[in-house]
């Protein structure tokens, strides 16, 4: 009985003798003659082989796998060429766009900047208002003559600015608000330059602004009724209690800050409707888009191999070719050659090292011949 036999009834018959107990069984046969080896091996190859080869039924089941998996890589084709077809199409648009700003055409939306500046204008006048009544109302402790609420306080305190006050005090309450309107230019010029640190700097400051004007107003509206003044004088927790303090505080910050977002949104809106700016980002968009076509036809030629390779397979099958296992094969390879060299070593101990480098180098020159050999009936996959 040849070793070819012997492996296939003992493998067939459920023995325990493993490739490397083949090894180690062939290596006693040669008597650890490496010009054996090869045929050791090509034993080992043949009955991978006759493992590998698919009857009738198993064909069946594995073709209908591969029709199955080709109808899914069709799908997958289809959806990848038709979001080819959308951004080509959105890569047309675009270059329609960047001609139309060349020649100075093109539609720009205005709708969103006026209703943004009209806005930020409005708050603009709002916020002159409040801060210049705020801050005479808060420096000035007796121009109010009866205890009323924040915000008839401050415009009481404005009145009484217009009506009695000097020039050089109309002049300095005038023109205090300058200091948040700058204020809001710099919350828009960190905001572009995406410095956060100093957007929320600049709100904290303003913040404490607020808290220290509320807390004026408050003790001042407190103290403009004299019975209350000296029966109950002011202390700093009142203002814990004081409605007028936190009106004066939300009506305040809350319109800075709604006022200050508008501003870096209506600057920005008029910013990006520039020729200039508008070209950059479309240039900038239309990169975008060609780097998603490139990347979606390199999905597509990929799942196009792949369909072929499939196709191939297919073919192959009908044809009765053998499909062999790379991997596996070397694995079974790597387990024969430990039980050659066990036994190299058990038997042959003075030579074992140079002996198992020999059949090692031997058996890796084998793998490789038998890997890229072509034939017409066994086709190896990594």
């Not at 404490?208 to 003044?229: C, E, F, H, K, V």
């Not at 809106?269 to 076509?293: A, H």
Request: charged share 20%.
């Amino acid at each position: 009985m040849t070793n070819n036999e012997t492996l296939q009834n003992q493998e067939s018959n459920n023995s325990k003798i493993t490739y490397e107990q083949f090894g180690r069984e062939s290596a006693q046969s040669a008597n650890g003659n490496s010009d054996q080896l090869k045929s050791a091996l090509s034993i080992i190859f043949n009955e991978i082989v006759r493992k590998s080869t698919l009857d009738e039924n198993q064909k069946k089941v594995k073709v209908q796998s591969l029709n199955n998996e080709k109808v899914k890589l069709d799908t997958e084709i289809i959806g990848v060429a038709t979001l080819i077809k959308t951004k080509d199409v959105e890569l047309q648009n675009k270059q329609k766009e960047l001609d139309e700003i060349e020649q100075g055409k093109g539609h720009v939306d205005l709708i969103p900047l006026v209703i943004s500046s009209l806005i930020t204008i409005l708050l603009t006048f709002f916020l002159w208002i409040f801060y210049s009544g705020s801050s005479y109302g808060a420096l000035n402790e007796k121009i109010f003559r009866k205890q009323t609420n924040g915000l008839s306080a401050i415009f009481e305190a404005l009145g009484h600015l217009i009506s009695y006050g000097s020039g050089i005090e109309k002049s300095f309450y005038t023109l205090f608000p300058i200091l948040f309107i700058g204020l809001g230019f710099l919350i828009h010029d960190g905001l572009v330059k995406k410095n956060y640190l100093k957007t929320v700097f600049i709100l904290t400051f303003t913040f404490l602004i607020d808290i220290i004007l509320g807390y004026l107003i408050s003790r001042n509206l407190y103290n403009s009724s004299p019975g209350i003044r000296f029966t109950n004088p002011w202390q700093m927790n009142f203002i814990l209690l004081d409605p007028n303090f936190y009106l004066i505080l939300f009506c305040g910050f809350a319109g800075y800050i709604i006022w200050g977002f508008l501003l870096n949104s209506s600057l920005q809106k008029f910013n990006d409707m520039q020729p200039t700016v508008r070209q950059k980002q479309v240039l900038r968009d239309k990169g975008e888009i060609e780097i998603e076509i490139t990347k979606l036809n390199g999905q597509k030629v990929a799942l196009e191999n792949s369909r072929k390779e499939v196709q191939q397979e297919i073919e192959d099958l009908g044809k009765g070719v053998v499909f062999i296992d790379v991997s596996n094969l070397r694995a079974l390879v790597g387990y024969f050659m430990q039980g050659w060299g066990a036994w190299l070593q058990l038997m042959k101990q003075s030579q074992a090292t140079e002996l198992i480098s020999e059949c090692n180098k031997i058996a890796d020159d084998w793998l490789a011949q038998i890997i890229i050999s072509k034939t017409n009936s066994v086709i190896f996959k990594q």
